[in-house]
């Protein structure tokens, strides 16, 4: 409860007496580990992100969809070692069911085209913005929730749709002002290491644990790297083959090594010569390094980086032409992207790019004394229902007190209800930028 002042606000203290001891419950007001409140002057940031966000999707022609937080768990159970497994944020429901808080979207977003089915017409172009959880040992100190906005292909095996993927992200950190001497997007393609383990005769299955093995190699050593591709059954030789394409920066390069028969090289030259239709080749660049610590991707694979080299991953995606038929759907190509609410924030404030963004309301309406609340209430709904927001003085207060509140909430307008004014059918507008003050009629009130 708050303590009125004659400060303009309002201290945080007690107007009735404590509660009875044994009805203390003293909470930690903190939100729990890894997790953010968003106050007002924080959530005006995320909504304008957001409102980014979905006018890229919009721009693009995507149309907007979500899914539940708690998903099945069984829903994210791969067995290719990843990271986003050990850090499931799963528990047993009071149904005996295992669940589990959504690492990611892109499973649901799969588990809902097939739940549609035949009713869907391809392609699909579906976008989302919604949280994601994981369960990390607090020792890094690291969140356990992000929001992340995704965009998905659905239906579209060619490589314009990756193309178009990183179009929209461009488009998205353009409209920031970020350019592309502050972010890059290495791409490369998961074919090139398919193309590898063929050679080696590696079998298929063993495909999605060595990408994960394989993009653990900017954060473990690599003779670590070596020891977990021999225990999964790589031959000596083929790890020396993969590791040394991996260290490939150039497409010219890269065909030197593998040839140009393969869909790896095909792939990748026609999504650079797509970049340059686009107009944005000098945002991306090929890495053979880039594999992304998601099983499920089967071709072109790119990732969001920061040329200062600060921070971590501000987004990345690929193609996962599999995932719809692992999870019992039809064979149906697909690629998408998912890009975090909190790095890309990281890079706007290193850069001075954060938005002022206060909070603006257009009138404050104020009785001048007791009797005309009524009044008030009525001049108040009468602005809103002409679309204007107002900041109604809700108690009895000193005028002071209300042009320090003015003031605070940015309002334009003090719309004063005194009783001579309101006896004429008027009231006093005061515009608080010039000071210019004058009587309105009610009905002219707008
Ligand atoms: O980017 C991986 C990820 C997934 C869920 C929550 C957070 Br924080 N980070």
Redesign the pocket.
Known sequence: SLTPNATGGGRIGALSPAPATDDLQKVDVNPPK?TRDFPPEDMRLRNWLFYNFKEVSRLFGFEEVDFPVLETEALFIRKAGEE?RD?LYCFEDRGNRRVALR??LTPSLARLVIQKGKSLSLPLKWFAVGQ???Y?RMTRG?????Y?WNMDIIGVPEVTAEAELISSIVTFLKRLGITASDVGFKVSSRKVLQEVLRRYSIPESLFGKVCIIIDKIEKIPVDDIKNELKSAGVSEEAIEQLLQILSIKSLTKLEEVLGDAGEAVADLKQLFSLADKFGYSEWIQFDASIVRGLAYYTGIVFEGFDRGGKLRAICGGGRYDRLLSTFGGDDIPACGF?F?D?VIVELLKEKGLLPELSLQVENIVCALDPGLKEAAATVATILRVKGQSVDLVLENKPLKWVFKRAARINANRLILVGDSEWQRGMVSVKVLSSGEQHEIKLDELE
């Open positions: 890894g986003i850090q690492p990611e994601c959880w994981r990390e690291r969140r356990r929730e992000h992340q998912g975090g909190a």
